[in-house]
C-alpha cells in the first residue's frame, strides 16, 4: 500500500461545477498536510495547507480528518484555469522526509 | 520576487555520460530537498538537506546519484554513470526548517538520457 494514495482521475468537470478530491496516507504520525498544484510541464506550486480545523480559500477548502487518515480539497465554481493535476502531501511528525501522491488530474471544460 | 533556480534546464546525454545538476536555493531558506518526477513513478524524494547536512538521500541510488551542498547558495545532484533509467525531470525545492511550512520549487531539470 502507497503511504499517500489519490484518485488519479482524469475528473473532467464543466465550468462552475463543484468538484472533490480525497487523499488517504497510511502513516498515522503524519503532522503536515498540503495541496499542490502542478500544470502541466511545470513545478509543483503550493495551493493552500491543510489544518485540523479546515481552511478556506476563495473557492478551495480543504479538510483533515484525522481519525479515517485523509484530507480533501473541494473546488466550487470550476474554472477552465484550474486544469492541472493536483498533489496530496504529507509530512510526518518532527521530520522533513515530504511524501507526494502521484496526483489527480482536473480537466475543467468550457 | 524570490525563486529556486535550477540549472541546466534540458539536458540530453548519452548513456555512461556524467550528469550535474545545479540548484540555488532562495536566500535564507536552510532546508533543500532532491526530487525526481516520471509518469510511472510521480514524484520521489531523493534527498534533502538542512543547514547544507545531509539529512536523508535513501531514496536514492547510491552507487551512482551523488548529492551535495558545496555552500549554502548551490546544491549539486550527480550522476555518474547515467542510465536511461534516469531520465526524468529533477526538481529541487527550498523551504525554511519548518517542517510546517511550505516548499518551494524550481523549475526543474529536464534529463534525457540515450
Known amino acids: 500500500r502507497k503511504e499517500v494514495e489519490q484518485d488519479p482521475g482524469p475528473f473532467n468537470v464543466p465550468e462552475g461545477a463543484t468538484v472533490a478530491f480525497n487523499c488517504t496516507y497510511s502513516n498515522s504520525a503524519s503532522q503536515s498536510f498540503f495541496w499542490y498544484r502542478q500544470d502541466c510541464r511545470k513545478e509543483p506550486k503550493l495551493l493552500m495547507s491543510?489544518?485540523?480545523s479546515g481552511n478556506e480559500d476563495g473557492r478551495f477548502t480543504a479538510q483533515l480528518n484525522r481519525a479515517s487518515q485523509y484530507i480533501s480539497l473541494l473546488i466550487r465554481d470550476s474554472k477552465l484555469s484550474d486544469s492541472a493535476t493536483y498533489l496530496c502531501v504529507v509530512t510526518p511528525t518532527g521530520g522533513f522526509k515530504t511524501i507526494f501522491g502521484a496526483g489527480t488530474r482536473l480537466f475543467v471544460k468550457a | 520576487d524570490a525563486r529556486v533556480t535550477q540549472t541546466p534546464r534540458h539536458k540530453v546525454t548519452e548513456m555512461g555520460q556524467e550528469v550535474t545538476m545545479r540548484c540555488q536555493p532562495i536566500?535564507?531558506?536552510?532546508?533543500v530537498f532532491w526530487y525526481r518526477q516520471t509518469m510511472m513513478q510521480g514524484l520521489e524524494l531523493l534527498a534533502y538537506?538542512?543547514?547544507?547536512?545531509?539529512?536523508?538521500d535513501s531514496g536514492m541510488p547510491k552507487d551512482r546519484f551523488s548529492a551535495e551542498m558545496p555552500d549554502a547558495t548551490l546544491a549539486t545532484l550527480k550522476i555518474q554513470p547515467s542510465e536511461p533509467r534516469d531520465s526524468a525531470v529533477y526538481f529541487c525545492?527550498?523551504?525554511?526548517?519548518?517542517?510546517?511550512?511550505?516548499?518551494?520549487f524550481g523549475p526543474g531539470t529536464r534529463l534525457t538520457v540515450l
Open positions: 491543510v489544518y485540523s
Open positions: 538537506f538542512r543547514n547544507r547536512a545531509p539529512l536523508d
Open positions: 525545492a527550498s523551504g525554511t526548517d519548518k517542517f510546517t511550512d511550505t516548499q518551494y
Open positions: 536566500l535564507g531558506h536552510n532546508t
